[in-house]
């Protein structure tokens, strides 16, 4: 397929198959804003954990309930009226943030919306909707997708010692309770500036185990 002029978007999942690559402009503002935290980031993942870390800071102070007319707003749009105080934000505007501040830097980033289906039946599904927006990032010196999500402040998590596990595989572990206890969670403390390995029971927001269950459902690439 060739289109003249040739678009700026880049492909992704199925369901959606192209979305808006960052401008331009918008590459500069990240480089700008956030490109000193990235100093000797040598992998994807690293770049991921640097952005996370400082989005932390930036975001927290402005969490809660944004202004209905957020939801039209692209992700730098989001963050600007946020750190200004012109609004709040939730795990929506945290991970949209996040994922496009990934791509500025060259970091493959996608979105992941968490819905619970209440009921299935041949008129269509009834779904408790909005419960949770959530990032993944590919990192390829690893060649895999890794869990990230800075509502959490989480930056990935393992099986013990092997990770960092993908949502998938977290999805998968954290829903069996033989193998939910080894889970570890790698958590940023925002006080220390360290971060930490922790069991899920030592995590700041114990509700992480809200991801277990085998009817929640994941939209990969959710913008």
């Not at 930036?58 to 209905?68: I, S, V």
């Not at 619970?116 to 895999?144: I, K």
């Not at 402040?153 to 949502?167: Q, R």
């Not at 114990?206 to 269950?213: A, K, L, M, N, Q």
Request: hydrophobic share 35%.
């Amino acid at each position: 397929v060739q289109i003249t002029p040739p678009l700026e978007c880049e492909s992704r999942t199925p369901e959606s198959w192209g979305v808006p690559a960052p401008t331009k402009e918008e590459r500069r503002f990240a480089k700008a804003t956030w490109g000193k935290h990235l100093k000797g980031a040598k992998t994807d993942y690293a770049k991921a954990q640097a952005l996370a870390k400082a989005l932390c800071h930036e975001l927290w102070p402005h969490n809660g309930a944004p202004r209905p007319e957020l939801q039209y707003y692209s992700a730098f749009e989001m963050y600007r009226a946020m750190v200004s105080g012109k609004s709040k934000g939730f795990c929506v505007q945290f991970n949209m943030i996040f994922v496009h501040a990934c791509k500025c830097f060259g970091v493959i980033a996608r979105n992941m919306h968490i819905e619970r289906p209440v009921r299935y039946d041949e008129r269509g599904w009834v779904m408790l909707q909005g419960m949770h927006t959530t990032a993944e990032v590919f990192d390829r010196t690893l060649n895999r997708w890794i869990f990230t999500d800075i509502r959490f402040y989480c930056l990935g998590a393992y099986l013990g010692d092997e990770g960092p596990l993908s949502t998938g595989e977290f999805h998968l572990f954290i829903s069996q309770p033989y193998w939910r206890d080894r889970l570890r969670f790698e958590i940023y403390d925002m006080t220390t500036r360290k971060v930490k390995r922790l069991p899920m029971k030592d995590c700041p927001r114990t509700d992480i185990h809200f991801y277990s269950g085998w009817n929640t459902v994941f939209h990969v690439g959710h913008e």
